[in-house]
């Protein structure tokens, strides 16, 4: 059974500037949460979807946004983007009703 | 909001040496989570505790979850260098959906 992906792996991106971070979920899994991970503050909730709607969402500006599509793979935008931006963005999906939650190995984003 | 604070934030020690990380808050959860984290990867479930006063053994590790629901605690016996990574505690509330917050995280090194 294929694990959760995520793509890219590492992008280096400069301020101002937009990006688009994938996330493909394990066969079956509805929910997909998005979470920003740095050294200062830990592991920080932006949103989750499922079935293709948004169903909790954390403290965020709005330059951050996300969808999720009919194969419940989700993407996650971010605009202007911000030297505080940089971060390890990490994606978790689980069954509907099911609270374990399954990660992906993270896309590090890296703003100059 | 919820909150759940870790402790020690750090822990250094050698091979062979005993530890116990704590997870703590004044919320009831409906489940809690494990989580281990190696540099640069995602996070991968070592186990979830749903019933007061549970106690779960996966190899040299132990973890309960407090008789209330509050707490939870991980006891490694005998630590490997292996075991070196973030510990991470989440605890997940069922109102509708499932809601899931993460701890503070301990960082562990286990010395050769």
């Known amino acids: 059974k294929a694990g959760v992906t995520q793509t890219p792996r590492y992008l280096i991106k400069t301020r101002g500037q937009q990006v688009t971070l994938s996330c493909s979920p394990i066969?079956?899994?509805?929910?997909v949460s998005w979470y920003q991970q740095t050294p200062g503050q830990g592991l920080q909730f932006l949103f989750e979807?499922?079935?293709?709607?948004?169903?909790n969402k954390g403290n965020f500006p709005g330059r951050f946004s996300g969808r999720q599509f009919s194969n419940s793979r989700s993407e996650m935008n971010v605009s202007t983007l911000e030297l505080g931006d940089s971060a390890l963005y990490l994606c978790?999906?689980?069954?509907?009703?099911?609270?374990?939650?399954?990660f992906g190995q993270g896309t590090r984003l890296t703003v100059v | 909001t919820q909150l759940l604070e870790q402790s020690p934030q750090f822990l250094s020690i050698q091979e062979g040496e005993n530890l116990t990380v704590y997870c703590n808050s004044s919320?009831?959860?409906?489940?809690l989570q494990w989580y281990r984290q190696e540099p640069g990867e995602g996070p991968v479930l070592l186990v979830t505790?749903?019933?007061?006063?549970e106690v779960k053994k996966l190899k040299r590790l132990t973890f309960q979850f407090g008789d209330a629901r509050k707490d939870s605690s991980l006891h490694i016996t005998a630590a490997q260098p292996g075991d070196t990574g973030l510990y991470l505690c989440?605890?997940?509330?069922?109102?509708?959906?499932?809601?899931?917050?993460f701890g503070t995280g301990t960082k562990l090194q286990v010395i050769p």
């Open positions: 919320s009831v959860f409906s489940s």
């Open positions: 505790v749903v019933t007061g006063g």
């Open positions: 979807y499922f079935s293709e709607t948004q169903r």
């Open positions: 989440a605890g997940a509330n069922s109102g509708g959906y499932q809601k899931v917050t």
């Open positions: 978790a999906t689980s069954l509907q009703g099911i609270n374990e939650a399954f």
């Open positions: 066969s079956g899994h509805r929910s």
